[in-house]
């Protein structure tokens, strides 16, 4: 068997659908490693001069390129640079005929964009283990490529999926918005006022008024525990409820005794709500309040005076024989009550100081002047304040304010 025809060394990785080029000025050079490729079952296509090599590697791209650095016509370098203008590494190999212990061949060769080296004479081993390399690294880039094609469509699908997500929020969101009464409302001699900041899309927290007879208002403030979706879709739920009234309970402390049932028995979810709901009555100013685990209201009255009001209680939820006390006020000319969520009073500034409760105070004070959304907006800036901007709960506030003598 002669060397043209002899095949490669055992375990050679085969070149499997690769075309090879082989670019060589000497005509027995070129017969002799064409026909040691060719007898090892490999494709070539053979170029005698630089021209003839880029003409071929236009109509036929080859996935590897043999060049004599030597190449008539311009040489195996300006056809490496010009191949490389064409196609990139790793979807390509290029190997470079160099002189044997010529380390500026080696040089040049990697500034043109060459991969691969053999020295002249060709070793029919050296030669094998060159295109087994070749084929190892056009493998692996085709399955890089392969793989960045697959995550290109995964990513695509995220950004659908990521963009109906967001269309989803934005209508839970203004479903949301709507269930608020926005502004302030009056009713009598009262002004009742509501503010709603969720940290994200949607959120779980919900103020609102009703009317329970001609002059006597339902007012609440709830948070139920959690973000998003689950807690939005409970608020959703429950505020439908108060919307209804307390239908025939006679106290608030019954209509929450029977919220507390419903969330237990009926609706079984795993989750729970803090709750303040009240029954206002707009003509003599009385105010009976039930407080089920909701941060305490403040009264501010009339001559500046803040009194916490409420003793805590358990929130909607956890026990199903659950004590709620119905505690009754008055508001008398001049007084405002806030309600506020645990948003507002655990607001934390960069360095992780809550604003407290002494915060909501000197929010008070210094704004006894302002009422209804002006004071509301004010409370909301002074929290962006403090938290500088990085607000991570909804927020929501109720404030009822009985018109009187100036403050």
């Excluded at 190449?71 to 190999?93: I, K, M, Q």
Aim: aromatic share 4%.
């Amino acid at each position: 068997m002669n060397d043209a025809n002899r095949p490669f060394i055992q375990n050679a990785p085969p070149v499997s659908g690769r075309l090879i080029l082989l670019a060589d000025g000497s005509d027995q050079r070129r017969m002799e490693l064409a026909g040691m490729m060719r007898g090892a079952g490999h494709r070539v296509i053979e170029a005698a001069r630089q021209d003839q090599a880029q003409a071929l590697c236009i109509q036929r791209p080859p996935d590897i390129v043999i060049a004599d650095r030597g190449l008539p016509g311009g040489g195996g370098l300006a056809l490496c640079r010009w191949f490389r203008s064409l196609r990139a590494r790793g979807d390509s190999h290029f190997i470079l005929l160099t002189t044997a212990g010529c380390d500026r061949d080696i040089a040049q060769g990697l500034r043109a964009g060459a991969d691969e080296f053999l020295a002249a004479p060709v070793c029919r081993a050296e030669l094998a283990a060159r295109l087994g390399t070749a084929e190892r690294i056009l493998t692996m880039g085709r399955q890089i490529r392969d793989c960045g094609a697959a995550l290109q469509r995964a990513d695509d699908r995220l950004l659908d999926t990521r963009s109906a997500i967001e269309r989803d929020l934005r209508e839970a969101r203004a479903l949301q918005r709507r269930l608020l009464r926005e502004g302030s409302e009056i009713w009598g001699d009262f002004r009742l006022s509501l503010m709603l900041r969720p940290a994200g899309h949607i959120g779980g927290d919900m103020v609102g008024f009703f009317a329970l007879d001609g002059q006597r208002v339902g007012i609440y403030a709830m948070d139920v525990a959690g973000h998003g979706f689950t807690s939005a879709l409970l608020t959703a739920r429950l505020a439908a409820r108060f919307g209804k009234g307390p239908g025939a309970a006679p106290s608030p402390g019954d209509f929450v005794r029977s919220l507390n049932r419903q969330l237990l028995d009926d609706l079984r979810v795993d989750s729970y709500y803090t709750l303040v709901y009240g029954d206002l009555d707009c003509v003599d100013g009385g105010l009976r309040l039930v407080q089920a685990g909701h941060p305490h209201p403040f009264m501010q009255r009339a001559d500046g005076r803040i009194e916490r009001v409420g003793r805590g209680g358990l929130p909607i939820g956890i026990l199903p024989d659950a004590a709620f006390e119905e505690l009754r006020l008055r508001l008398d000319p001049g007084d405002r009550l806030l309600i506020a969520s645990d948003g507002v009073a655990e607001c934390e500034s960069p360095a992780g100081l809550p604003l407290g409760e002494d915060g909501i105070r000197a929010i008070l004070r210094d704004n006894a002047a302002l009422g209804g959304n002006a004071f509301l907006d004010t409370l909301t800036r002074r929290l962006s304040d403090h938290a500088h901007g990085r607000r991570r709960d909804d927020i929501s506030a109720l404030l009822i304010e009985r018109r009187g003598p100036p403050r």
